[in-house]
C-alpha cells in the first residue's frame, strides 16, 4: 500500500527557517508531480509549490523567493525547504503525489497526514 509520511514541522520564530520532508512508502512503479499544500485555520487548502517529474518548479506568489521545493527520486522523497517564515505561514502542511503503482502510467493521487507549521515569537 502507498503511504505519503511527513517530517519536520514545529514551532519557529518569525524570520526562521523550517525543512519538511516527504516520503513515498510502499510498492509503486512511478511518482509524477508532487506538490505541497497548506491550510491554516478558517482557510481554505492552498497550494503552495510544485515539483514536476523533470524538476521543474512553480510556487505560490505569498512564498516565492522563501520556500524552495526539491526532491530525491532515488529516494523518492520530496523536501519543502522554508526560509524567512512569517505567522502567516502557520498552518498545517500538507504532500501530495502523483503515482503509478503499475507500469501502465496511471497515476492516482496520494496525500500525506499534515504536519503543523507554527510560526510565533
Known amino acids: 500500500q502507498v503511504q505519503l509520511v511527513e517530517f519536520g514541522g514545529g514551532l519557529v520564530q518569525p524570520g526562521g527557517s523550517l525543512r519538511l520532508s516527504c516520503a513515498a512508502s510502499g510498492s509503486f512503479f512511478s511518482i509524477g508531480v508532487m506538490r505541497w499544500y497548506r491550510q491554516a485555520p478558517g482557510e481554505q487548502l492552498e497550494l503552495v509549490a510544485i515539483i514536476t517529474r523533470d524538476g521543474s518548479t512553480e510556487y505560490a506568489g505569498s512564498v516565492k523567493g522563501r520556500f524552495t521545493i526539491s526532491k530525491d527520486n532515488a529516494k523518492n522523497t520530496v523536501g519543502l525547504q522554508m526560509n524567512s517564515l512569517k505567522p502567516e505561514d502557520t498552518a498545517v502542511y500538507y504532500c501530495?503525489?502523483?503515482?503509478?503503482?503499475?507500469?501502465?502510467?496511471?497515476?492516482?493521487?496520494?496525500w500525506g497526514q499534515g504536519t503543523q507549521v507554527t510560526v510565533s515569537s
Open positions: 501530495n503525489a502523483q503515482i503509478s503503482v503499475y507500469s501502465d502510467y496511471r497515476f492516482a493521487e496520494y
